[in-house]
């Protein structure tokens, strides 16, 4: 999932000085997974911004997917009387507002942090870099491009001391959990093969990216 | 450390019309075409840029060709640019640069690699061009690294600290702004792209001097000039730049051996043009594979001798 994380209450009064009558936009997807941006957090979102601000009007609306075009209709109304929108989905479903409604202010509540999942309630922990070209077949599952503070491709870097990482004690060395895996699974014979320079053209190196899928378009 | 302050900086401070030239490091480890390009253009130009892997394809490094340049008798002007490094590697480079006696330094944002040849290469853009800008004048005042920390005062390298900009790009509004914040940044000296369409020019300038900033900084106009109509119609079509529709039939119309004639003829008469705007302080001749154009362009420009 896209894990974000609200912002503090402070940076979104102070998106809202001058502005009377905001609509709170959540989101039914990954924000309500990470519980950063679903029904409670709007509704959270709402009696806080209310107790500072109680001059505000403010309207609320969980959307099924921010990031889904045919999903933002549900928000016409109400983001036609506001002056502004506040938008509690990943910084797709922001943009997606943007586009949507181009007179109107809008504003993200939350940061989204990373692609990454839920190790245990509250802790969650990124695993994907969206490098468009994937090499976990190669790496035992377990990706080096962003658990590995440096993206190697061919094994750990010097500072790998006792499974943990140079930069911080708290970042395991994921060459070690390579290895290690790899080693469970009897194919360290992996390890001696030389991955050439990446193609970073597929990731974010290379643009923007847009993906067209002709069998599923209508 | 060889002089103290840049050449090119005295030349405009003391009101000079500029001439500024460019040289095409290899695309091996050979030091030759430098030497010779320097040769041509050091008695006819006041500043030499080096590219810095210009079009994302890999060359000889900027900095190394300066050397080769002072060593010429040249005066370099470094281009760097924000895709290949991070501010460590930056400043680095620049306070090595600036041991070794470059002066001048060109701060650009650089071409996307998807346009070189290493398209699979990560690109870095840790600062923007503005960010440079302000980085490298800091190194030299207040005298600090990027990230606050003092450089004793003896060992901070002052360069003379440039950008480009583009009046052709769009949008067309938001480009005096951007210019803007380059000078707020810190930029002293301002080489443009090249110039086809001079209306759009001086309507530019216009809203540079509008803004004031003709007088904080100073503004070379860039010249490229064409070999051919081939060579014309080509920059055409490169993002970013206008070649009006009238004077690509004019190169038409002329017959193919007399096209670098009327190649020459119209970057003069394109320097004759820019010398008649106000606020515009030089111009930039960028004669990639034509170098040995250059002095004659100058020198019918009615720029001959250049101030020593």
């Not at chain 2, 010779?36 to 994302?56: C, F």
Request: hydrophobic share 40%; net charge neutral; with cysteine.
């Amino acid at each position: 999932m896209i894990v974000c994380e609200r912002k503090p209450l402070p940076a979104i009064l102070e998106n809202l000085a001058g502005r009377r009558r905001a609509v709170i936009a959540g989101c039914s997807e990954c924000v309500t997974v990470c519980h950063a941006g679903g029904e409670k957090e709007v509704a959270l979102l709402r009696d806080l911004l209310l107790l500072a601000r109680p001059d505000l009007e403010l309207g609320t609306i969980v959307l099924t997917r921010q990031c889904d075009g045919e999903f933002l209709e549900a928000l016409d109304a109400l983001a036609g009387e506001a002056d502004c929108l506040i938008s509690m989905a990943c910084g797709v479903g922001a943009q997606f507002l943007a586009e949507r409604y181009p007179h109107t202010w809008v504003f993200p509540a939350v940061d989204t942090r990373f692609g990454g999942g839920a190790r245990q309630p509250g802790v969650w922990e990124e695993r994907c870099g969206f490098c468009g070209d994937c090499v976990l077949h190669l790496t035992g599952g377990i990706c080096p491009i962003i658990r590995c503070s440096k993206s190697l491709l061919n094994g750990p870097c010097g500072g790998s001391q006792q499974g943990k990482c140079e930069i911080d004690e708290a970042i395991e060395c994921a060459w070690q959990k390579i290895h290690d895996r790899l080693e469970g699974l009897g194919r360290l014979d992996l390890l001696d093969v030389v991955l050439p320079a990446k193609d970073w053209s597929r990731a974010r190196d290379g643009g923007p990216r847009k993906l067209v899928r002709e069998d599923v378009a209508l | 450390m060889s002089a103290e302050r840049s050449r090119l900086e005295r030349l405009l401070e003391q009101g000079h019309f500029a001439v500024t030239g460019e040289v095409g490091p290899p695309q091996g480890a050979e030091a030759e075409g430098i030497r010779h390009h320097t040769a041509l253009l050091k008695g006819v130009t006041d500043g030499q840029n080096l590219t810095d892997n210009q079009t994302a394809i890999v060359r000889l490094s900027s900095i190394a060709a300066a050397v080769h340049v002072l060593a010429a008798g040249g005066e370099p002007i470094i281009q760097m640019t924000c895709r290949d490094r991070n501010r460590i590697a930056m400043q680095s480079d620049l306070l090595g640069a600036y041991s070794l006696g470059a002066r001048n330094l060109l701060c650009l944002t650089g071409d996307h690699q998807s346009f070189g040849n290493h398209a699979a290469a990560r690109n870095v853009f840790d600062l923007d061009s503005v960010q440079l800008v302000k980085m490298a004048r800091d190194l030299g005042d207040p005298g600090v690294f990027q990230n606050g920390e003092a450089i004793a005062a003896e060992h901070r390298p002052r360069f003379f600290v440039g950008a480009a900009e583009n009046p052709f790009a769009e949008p067309f509004a938001f480009r005096v702004r951007r210019l803007a914040k380059k000078v707020a940044a810190g930029a002293r000296f301002i080489q443009t792209q090249a110039i086809f369409d001079l209306p759009r020019f001086a309507r530019w300038m216009e809203m540079v001097r509008e803004a004031g900033l003709d007088r904080k900084t100073y503004i070379l106009g860039g010249i490229c000039p064409a070999k051919s109509f081939g060579a014309l119609r080509h920059m055409s079509t490169v993002p970013g730049m206008v070649v009006p529709e009238p004077l690509l039939a004019r190169m038409k119309g002329v017959e193919r051996k007399k096209q670098p004639e009327e190649g020459v003829k119209i970057a003069v008469e394109a320097i004759q043009e820019l010398r008649r705007i106000p606020g515009v302080a030089g111009v930039h001749i960028m004669a990639i594979m034509w170098e040995e154009m250059v002095p004659r362009i100058v020198e019918e420009a009615g720029l001959l001798p250049r101030p020593s």
